[in-house]
């Protein structure tokens, strides 16, 4: 019993190493004034950089913890340890896309 246990805590451990999913990952703090320099026009064209930045680095981080979860079934060890993940990224475009919006609201911009 001891030792089902002991296997259970490492296998849980284990798994909370994992790389993050994409839409589990919370955004970070970017302020929209840095933004705000631009025209609507600009706004849209950096919201669909942005965007497809983000859509990059969210399939990179989903990539990553398909591997994780297979490493860690075949080797008990998240690949993502070993490699990194694009947590960070994403977290980064997540908050850029937010405060591309906001900063199209306050410049009244029409919705595209």
Do not use: W
Not at 12 to 36: D, M, N
Not at 86 to 110: M, P, S, W
């Amino acid at each position: 019993m001891k030792k089902i246990l002991t296997v259970s805590l490492v296998a849980v451990a284990l798994l909370a190493g994992c790389a993050t999913r994409p839409e589990s990952i919370r955004a970070s703090h970017v302020s929209f004034e840095k933004f705000t320099h631009l025209d609507c026009t600009q706004l849209a064209t950096k919201m669909g950089d942005s965007r497809a930045e983000l859509d990059k680095y969210s399939k990179l981080q989903d990539s990553k913890a398909n591997l994780d979860a297979a490493t860690v079934f075949l080797v008990l060890i998240p690949a993502s340890k070993l490699s990194g993940d694009h947590e960070g990224d994403v977290a980064r475009l997540k908050g850029e896309v937010e405060a591309i919006e906001t900063a199209q609201v306050k410049g009244k911009c029409k919705s595209l």
